[in-house]
């Protein structure tokens, strides 16, 4: 991005970063493994791996974890699984609690330069004093009692809330960031990484700042409500005299109609109003790819919002656009029913079996042709028929025709109802003379339909999962406590009983993606299991947004 490299190559800068890197580029993707990524991560990745990329550097994946009760191991699994699916190769996998020992040397430094204090202040105590602008009454201990605290709290001499080490910064100051904040803290719980080697653990201010100096970064990048740290990041790096990277902010991505924060996504999966980080609902990286969402249509998503400093919430709409473009060049079609309605050729023998041939990608050079099986005995969407004709409508009614697609026209001779008034079946004529390009003109309406592979023999049926919208208002983080009443009640529709081609059947594997003409864009779902088919939809064909 042109400003973040307006600042870098000022010639002060760019003399420091020839020293430490030869003059390459240097960034890091600095997620907390406390979640799953989402789609505003993605951006971060698009920023962060995306800058080295773009400049010939490297990037690192650094996991911030300092937060040990609410990190776990399988966080930190898939955040490396989901890098790698986004299409990012991280240059070095690296942790600041790998850099814990040298943090504790630092922290150690920064107390004998006199500016770090052992306070015994709650943290109820702590907010108090700083909203007031008063100091810690442990403000000012002596180099060498400080000294031996923080070593007493290092040795698990005090229980947890009894002691913390805080920069002595400027208690003052306008900036909230800069009154005196906590480096370190002490908790006894078992971390991910360092297990129990330590009771105190470092702060992001403290730790963020100074692993961005360790591993030479040359452009810290991060969303914009870090600017705010920018004094306590740079005053740390000041005092301690370190390599001091370049900070810039650019804006956090916000979706409608869905939430983003790790803390808000947590709730959803633990407290079971989504089935998991992995729902396909969730604008998680993981729920957008068991979605049927490419990782190639989120990066292009991301390259179309571009990397500004404005806060803005983006229409889900424009993600869908993207998920269409890709899906419609890269996904071949087929033929599904999803609410069948039963349709008796009664011109076709009973015994009558044949097939016709879809198209994979009609149209284009590297399509494929595929078997459709064709009976006495088809299926077409409910929806395709009706009892009243109008003049836009193009589907079935009685004495109407329609194409079944690849195949014949077929023209409505009668029908039957169930107890309740529903069709329950429909009798209809094909006109099996037809070829296609053969002279005769088509019926309009073009249906697409599953018939039985053999006589008497139900098509194979698989579940398919309609999507909506998680949240109903569009900016559900604007509802404050209240954000969790706004879940859409149907944002998940289970139909059961839709019937696929049995090619469909027995080739799909989990995560392929399809098209279902006329339906939209369907992926297998991992639930899947031999002869149960489970599909997602994606995303339906058109954009039924109204500009
Ligand atoms: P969350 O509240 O979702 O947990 P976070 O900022 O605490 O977000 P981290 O795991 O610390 O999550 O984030 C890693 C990187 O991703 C950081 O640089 C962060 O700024 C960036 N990031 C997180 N959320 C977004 C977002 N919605 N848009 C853009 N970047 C984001
Ligand atoms: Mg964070
Ligand atoms: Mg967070």
Redesign the pocket.
Known sequence: DGSVMRIANSPAVLAQHMQRTGGKVVTR????P??Y?????A??MFV?FGMAVQYGGVCYLRY?DTNPEAEKQEYIDHIAEIVSWMGWSPWKVTYASQYFAQLHAYAVQLIKAGKAFVCHQSKAEIEESREQGLPSPWRERSIEENLRLFEDMRRGLYKEGEATLRMKMDHKNENPNMWDSVAYRIKYVQHPMAGDEWCIYPSYDFTHCLCDAIEDITHS???LE?ESRRASYYWLLDVLDTYKPVVWE?????ITNTV????K?NRLVTEDHVHGWDDPRLLTLAGLRRRGVAPASINAFCREIGITRNANVIPYHKLEHHVRLHLDVNSPRTLAVLRPLKVVLTNVPEQHSSTVQGATLPGRPESQAYDLPFSRVVYIEASDFRLQDSKDYYGLAPGKSAMLRYAYPITVTGYSTAADGSISEVAAEADLSFVAGGGKKPPKGVLNWVAQPAPGQDPERAEVRLYDVLFKSEAPDALGDAWLEDLNPDSLQVVQGAMVNPHLAATAKAFDRFQFERLGYFSVDPDSKPGQLVFNRTVTLKDSFKK
């Open positions: 993707f600095p997620p907390e406390n979640g990524l989402h789609i505003g991560h951006k971060a962060d911030d990048l991060c969303t870090f650019y804006s956090r991505l916000n983003l924060s790790k803390r996504l």
